[in-house]
């Protein structure tokens, strides 16, 4: 079972910049991806940024250009750089792992971020 403990994020004017981390442990040999997810109340959990085992990164559309996913493995560590904030990207941000799913009739899986373990999650309100 992996573990996710997350920290940062805070309250930021739009256009301004912060910054989220997640320390990962436990066991994380059969995971497919680490990243981040958001939520809204209200609303479905969206992936919002994704570091896949092979190593290629993923990210929503809405954040493309803006945020950054990164890692430390000497640290155990995932971060999240987001910059030039919305109002819209305010959001529960939370740390998220996922063993991946396989794809119908091939050796090859995707990642959910949104269906899989989370931590407790860390709040990001961009004002206008």
């Known amino acids: 079972q992996v573990q996710l403990v997350e920290s940062g994020g805070g309250s930021v004017e739009a256009g301004g910049s912060l910054r989220v981390s997640c320390e990962v442990s436990?066991?994380?040999?059969?995971?497919?991806?680490t990243g981040w997810v958001r939520q809204v109340p209200g609303k479905e959990r969206e992936s919002v940024a994704a570091i896949l085992s092979d190593g290629n990164i993923e990210y929503a559309d809405s954040v493309k250009g803006r945020f950054t996913i990164s890692q430390d493995t000497h640290k155990n560590t995932l971060y999240l750089q987001m910059d030039s904030l919305k109002p819209e990207d305010s959001a529960m941000y939370y740390c998220?792992?996922?063993?991946?799913?396989?794809?119908?009739?091939?050796?090859?899986?995707?990642?959910?971020?949104?269906?899989?373990?989370r931590g407790q999650g860390t709040q990001v309100t961009v004002s206008s």
């Open positions: 436990g066991d994380t040999s059969r995971l497919y991806c």
């Open positions: 998220a792992a996922d063993r991946g799913w396989e794809i119908a009739g091939t050796s090859r899986k995707i990642c959910k971020l949104e269906y899989g373990s």
